[in-house]
């Protein structure tokens, strides 16, 4: 990824240097800017268009560049081979590790002058200003915050069955017979691979608690991977695969959404994106649906934050991309957006009452000093996309071979996690 990345770089050099007259004379002209994203289900489609209405009152057009694919496998690919072709977009949703990738090379433009007036430091979470801040430089804008150890239930079916939703294992085991009694299935599951791991990373941290997830995740020590903690959830995440009953598919995660919607399924464990694109259905949080942290979670908060860089592109929009960034942090824009999102505001600054139950739940424990704050590793937040995809393919084999013992897994994760070359 690496080299390929710094071949871009040097190609897009020598192109925005030539092409410097023609780009002079479009920026005076357009306020239009090319938004790459990977937002294309009901409530992703929605946010995005609310963003783009924010950004219209601000004078700014969103040309939408939207690649399809849940966890954006391939918007990170077409976004590759436009920075090669010479065509990057003005605005991309890159996010954590892959951010950094990119600012190395000087594709990224630093926001620090926007961020500064608009008092970023006091306004967002340290940790999200973390997360964007590289070598001094601020180099995206923060959009929001998704809990992964998400347990989305079905509120109907919980009714019938007079139980509440599931808080322990124990709890989960015996709703889950239940439910099936009822001839549903207990649980919505997908073989997709990015859907494998991130459930994979919720029970890890709930098995291994937030000390060895970071020893695990962040420091990445190799060593750590053969603990038994790490067989535990890979015993569990077989588990919860016998759940989905027939045999499992890949499905996208609409689908386990659309089920639970439907009182074809009884729970799903998914990122909060999940709880928007149910709302964008019409559904509710306090009629239909519920969620609570998965079992073995509780207080502890496994992020994945959207954030939008602004890169360097021959057509120079630099003034109405600092624009973009000023208008997707502010306030207005923040509660709009992630309220359709299922995410939750970056900023410190909001009054949670105007959150729904489960958002409030989410950002008041991101909020809390004492939380146990754990960066999504199937979400690009703590390692790079190779490392990302390696993980999701062993779990993906793991499950899919009955034959494969979980030490044979944890071997090889603790291989593919190497130990992070540059430590921020
Ligand atoms: C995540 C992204 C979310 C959501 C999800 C499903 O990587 O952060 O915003 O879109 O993928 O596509």
Redesign the pocket.
């Known amino acids: 990824m690496k080299a390929s990345i710094h071949a871009c770089g040097r190609f897009l050099l020598g192109f925005t240097l030539a092409l410097g007259a023609v780009a002079a004379h479009a920026q005076a002209a357009a306020t239009s800017v090319d938004v790459l994203h990977?937002?294309t289900?009901s409530s992703?489609r929605r946010a995005a268009d609310q963003l783009a209405n924010q950004l219209a009152l601000a004078g700014v057009q969103w040309k939408d560049a939207a690649i399809p694919g849940?966890?954006?496998m391939a918007a990170v690919k077409v976004l590759k081979s436009r920075v090669l072709m010479g065509d990057p977009p003005d605005v991309a949703q890159l996010?954590g590790t892959t951010l950094t990738d990119w600012a190395d090379i000087k594709l990224v433009l630093p926001l620090n002058a926007v961020a500064q007036r608009q008092r970023w430091q006091s306004a967002l979470f340290p940790t999200v200003l973390d997360l964007v801040t590289y070598k001094g430089d601020v180099i995206a804008a923060p959009l929001g915050i998704?809990r992964i150890n998400t347990l989305l239930y079905n509120r109907r079916l919980f009714a019938r069955l007079g139980m509440a939703p599931p808080r322990s294992w124990a709890q989960f085991e015996v709703a889950a017979q239940k439910l099936q009694q009822l001839g549903v299935r207990p649980l919505a599951w997908s073989d997709e691979p990015w859907q494998i791991a991130t459930v994979f990373e919720t029970l890890l941290l709930g098995e291994a608690g937030p000390a060895l997830y970071q020893d695990l995740v962040v420091r990445r020590h190799a060593a750590a991977w053969m603990d038994p903690h790490v067989e535990r959830a890979l015993v569990r995440l077989r588990l919860l695969r016998t759940l989905a009953g027939e045999v499992p598919q890949e499905r996208v995660?609409t689908e386990g959404a659309r089920d639970l919607m439907n009182d074809a399924t009884g729970m799903m464990i998914m990122?909060d994106?999940a709880k928007g694109e149910l709302m964008a259905w019409g559904a509710s949080p306090t009629r239909d649906f519920g969620c609570v942290e998965v079992p073995g979670t509780g207080g502890m908060h496994l992020y994945?934050i959207?954030t939008l860089a602004m890169l360097v592109s021959p057509r120079q929009h630099e003034a109405v991309q600092e624009k973009i960034a000023e208008v997707v942090v502010g306030p207005a824009a923040q509660l709009a957006y992630n309220r359709i999102?299922g995410?939750v505001p970056v900023r410190r600054d909001i009054d949670p009452s105007s959150l729904d139950g489960c958002a409030r739940q989410s950002w008041e424990t991101f909020a809390n000093p004492s939380s146990a704050r754990a960066p999504s590793l199937a979400?690009r937040m703590a390692a790079d996309e190779n490392i990302k995809d390696a993980v999701a393919q062993a779990l993906w084999r793991y499950l899919t071979d009955a034959k494969s013992e979980p030490q044979e897994t944890q071997r090889r994760l603790a291989t593919i996690i190497r130990t992070p070359v540059m430590e921020r």
């Open positions: 990977w937002w289900s992703e849940g966890g954006g996010i998704h995660w990122g994106w994945s959207d999102k995410s979400h």
